[in-house]
C-alpha cells in the first residue's frame, strides 16, 4: 500500500477495513429489501464504535484514505477538482 505505516496505525485504531466479495453481494441482494439497491463488492470501512462506514471503494487504499480524513481528521478530503492548470510545450533541444 501507498500510505505511511502511521496512517494505517491512525486509522487500525478507529476503523476496519474490510472486502465485501462476490459470496457477500449474493447473500445481501437476494434477500435485499424492494426498495434497496444491490450491493455491489469492493473495499469498504466500518467505524469501530459502529457509528458510521463507507463502502464501494475500488482500492484498500482508497478506503483508508476515505478513513482516516472521516474518522481520524474528522474532515472531508481535499477536493480533486482545481482551477485549470496551464500546459507549456518546452521547444525540444537537440
Known amino acids: 500500500m501507498w500510505l505511511p505505516n502511521s496512517i494505517i496505525a491512525d486509522v487500525a485504531r478507529v476503523a476496519r477495513v474490510h472486502y465485501v466479495d462476490r459470496a457477500a453481494c449474493v447473500r445481501w441482494n437476494q434477500y435485499r429489501e424492494a426498495d434497496e439497491l444491490r450491493l455491489l463488492s ?5 467505524a469501530k464504535n459502529r457509528s458510521t462506514f463507507r463502502q464501494g471503494f475500488k482500492s484498500m487504499t482508497v478506503a483508508y484514505r476515505d478513513a482516516w480524513y472521516t474518522l481520524v481528521k474528522r474532515e472531508a478530503a481535499p477536493p480533486i477538482a482545481r482551477s485549470r492548470l496551464r500546459v507549456v510545450q518546452h521547444d525540444r533541444v537537440a
Open 42 to 46: 469492493g473495499w469498504c470501512w466500518t
